[in-house]
């Protein structure tokens, strides 16, 4: 019982490794929890929300759009430069619209995702193992 769990622990480790280097995983990563961040400082009474009008939604709209913005690109790896950008622009909005975007640490993580996101590339394979065939 105890080593089919450990098989299926390694298993599911290494399909997780797997996937998480075949995506700009930590970037994502990054933005989603600036996202949440600058949403957690932004909340408040749904009465007081839309009394307020545009100025309270503004930080629901700004951090939500983070969160997409870093979850997209780890489904969809290819669009991870436009989403990245888009990202690090809110993630500056924030600072206006949203208590200095989230007291500044939720603007710091949506920047540093969104640039971790648009300057991922998949790896590359090695000169040798193309051009000679054997490493």
Do not use: D, H
């Not at 920047?111 to 040798?128: F, H, I, K, Y």
Request: aromatic share 10%; hydrophobic share 55%; charged share 10%.
């Amino acid at each position: 019982m105890l080593t089919r769990t450990r098989s299926a622990v390694g298993a599911g480790w290494r399909w997780f490794t797997a996937f998480r280097r075949t995506r700009p995983f930590w970037g994502g990563l990054w933005l989603v929890l600036g996202g949440w961040t600058v949403l957690k400082f932004s909340l408040g009474a749904i009465q007081l929300v839309t009394a307020v009008g545009f100025n309270a939604v503004a930080g629901y709209l700004v951090g939500g759009g983070m969160m997409l913005c870093g979850l997209i690109p780890i489904a969809a790896p290819r669009q991870r430069v436009t989403f990245g950008l888009i990202g690090t622009v809110l993630a500056v909005v924030s600072l206006v619209v949203s208590n200095l975007g989230g007291f500044l640490l939720g603007m710091l993580l949506g920047v540093l995702g969104g640039a971790m996101t648009a300057g991922w590339g998949p790896r590359r394979a090695r000169a040798r193992a193309v051009a000679g065939g054997v490493e």
